[in-house]
Antibody, heavy 118, light 112 residues
């Protein structure tokens, strides 16, 4: 069955780089896009960016200068890298699959909490 | 970016009561391809969001038919006809017509 799971460091120091991995199973990264969505503690959801089935990427314009999304299709993994982290980047980071026919996010990972603090 | 404004921010309901949530967009969500990419998600406490409604009014797989969506252009509504205990959580409208994807601020559904 379709599954996604995020993994990452948990704690990152201000100004450092965040690296997260989304490991997927039950589908191919060359057939479906994977998106990142984040949620600061107690707040709403924010779309971060995406890597499409063909390998192209899209980023939230507010984060674009600091963000990179890539993938390794042989390992079924999607990577998020965000540099110059600030305390406002503290959030739960989710990866989610887009169901192409309906153009919606159908499966989500459980999320990984990232805290930016010294 | 498209701003989605949800009202009310909090709704209190008794079991069996019907509830409506509004989502108003700062721009029309009708795409040039004729589709309106407006969705509704429910996030239960400490869980990931789950799809309820896609393309304004289509019910997601496995979603109970007490949920329904309606609207067009810039005004959309999610209705729950007979709230059940498992419906408690935060509801978000989401748009995918305009880049970037944006979410509404959320409506928290509580038990009265």
């Amino acid at each position: 069955q379709v599954q996604l799971k995020e993994s990452g460091p948990g704690l990152v120091q201000p100004s450092q780089t965040l690296s997260l991995t989304c490991t997927v199973s039950g589908f191919s990264l060359t057939s479906n896009s994977v998106h990142w969505v984040r949620q600061p503690p107690g707040k709403g959801l924010e779309w971060v960016g995406a890597i499409w089935s063909g390998g192209s990427t899209d980023y939230n314009s507010a984060l674009k200068s600091r963000l990179s999304i890539s993938r390794d299709t042989s390992k079924s993994q999607v990577f998020l890298k965000m540099n110059s982290l600030q305390t406002e980047d503290t959030a739960i980071y989710f990866c989610t699959r887009m169901y192409t026919l309906g153009w919606y996010f159908d499966f989500w990972g459980p999320g990984t909490m990232v805290t930016v603090s010294s | 970016d498209v701003v989605l404004t949800q009202t009310p921010p909090t709704s209190s309901a008794t079991i069996g009561q019907s509830v409506s949530i509004s989502c108003r967009s700062s721009q029309s969500l009708l795409d040039s391809d004729g589709n309106t990419y407006l969705y509704w998600y429910l996030q239960r406490p400490s869980q990931s969001p789950q799809l309820l409604i896609y393309l304004v009014s289509k019910l997601g797989s496995g979603v109970p038919n007490r949920f329904s969506g309606s609207g067009s252009g810039t005004d959309f509504t999610l209705k729950i006809s007979g709230v059940e205990a498992e419906d408690l959580g935060v509801y978000y409208c989401v748009q995918g017509t305009h880049d970037p994807w944006t979410f509404g601020g959320g409506t928290k559904l509580e038990l009265k």
